[in-house]
């Protein structure tokens, strides 16, 4: 019976980044990566080059067709990644960053510091997600940092809550009470102690989001409180395609790429959470024997 050459190697990667759903998330998400970063390079015409027919449909000219301007929607949508998935990662770090700090120090802290943070969220969770992203991007003025401040104010009671949740777990174990008996801070008992045994559920829950970001970001973009024309963003490309719906590619391929991105990231959020929980590993190893 021959040996499979790649068996070593196969056994230093978990089972659960193996399945076919992980690969695919994986792949899709670092082919849009290569693109947002290689844009320049792989974009065959000036995104904003108004110099082409207008609404040729996608042919051996133009792949992916050409929109009511005359411009390249491959370009643009290249172009695009280079906007909506660097915002979209800026705004999941910044929201976890935020929502995480105020919901470790709500959860050790406790009285009036839980008591306020937690009603903040309240607050937050008390209106639609996307109502009151529109609401915050039209008192700022519509742009697309406006737009990003106005998902990031949205998104961060999620992560304070959930961490929040996790500290309470923690906080009362022996190890993190024998080191505030050994005289640690609650400064470090916090980040030594605590952290890094919350971080994981978080880094699930970010993984999650970044395609709900990427959404509600688009979202806003689409509705016109997000990107200026003409810059190429995938929500104001969508928007853009509905003047003109009978040629469905203008609207079709930047959703499409919108897609892609979306389910990349739920498909490595899902792998991500079965690899850090020790009973889905657990029967993912049995299911695999």
Not at 30 to 46: G, S, T
Not at 81 to 108: E, F, H, Q
Not at 165 to 187: I, K, N, P, T
Not at 255 to 271: K, R
């Amino acid at each position: 019976m021959r040996r499979d050459p790649l068996a070593p190697r196969k056994r230093r990667i978990p089972r659960a980044w193996r399945q076919p759903l992980a690969v695919t998330g994986a792949v899709v998400a670092v082919a849009w990566l290569v693109v947002a970063l290689a844009a320049p390079l792989l974009a065959p015409y000036d995104p904003l080059a108004q110099e082409l027919p207008r609404l040729a449909p996608p042919g051996p000219d133009h792949w992916l067709g050409t929109d009511q301007l005359g411009r390249d929607i491959l370009s643009r949508i290249m172009y695009g990644a280079r906007v909506s998935i660097p915002l979209t990662l800026l705004l999941v770090v910044l929201s976890v960053l935020i929502g995480g700090l105020l919901g470790a120090c709500a959860g050790y802290l406790g009285k009036w510091v839980d008591e306020t943070v937690m009603r903040l969220a309240d607050l937050v969770f008390a209106f639609p997600t996307i109502i009151l992203a529109m609401v915050v991007a039209a008192a700022l003025g519509a742009s697309l940092g406006n737009a990003v401040l106005a998902v990031l104010v949205v998104a961060w009671p999620a992560y304070a809550r959930v961490t929040r949740g996790l500290v309470l777990g923690v906080r009362g174990r022996e190890f993190v009470l024998s080191g505030r008996l050994l005289g640690f801070s609650a400064w470090r008992s916090l980040r030594v102690d605590v952290l890094p045994n919350v971080t994981g559920p978080v880094l699930v829950l970010a993984t999650l989001d970044i395609g709900t970001a990427l959404l509600l970001l688009s979202g806003l973009s689409f509705l016109g409180l997000g990107a200026k024309p003409p810059s190429p963003e995938w929500g104001a490309m969508v928007a853009s395609g509905v003047e003109v719906f009978d040629s469905w590619w203008v609207a079709t391929f930047p959703g499409l790429a919108i897609l892609t991105v979306v389910l990349a990231f739920n498909f490595l959020g899902d792998t991500l959470r079965d690899a850090l929980d020790p009973r889905t590993a657990r029967a993912i190893k049995e299911r695999a024997l």
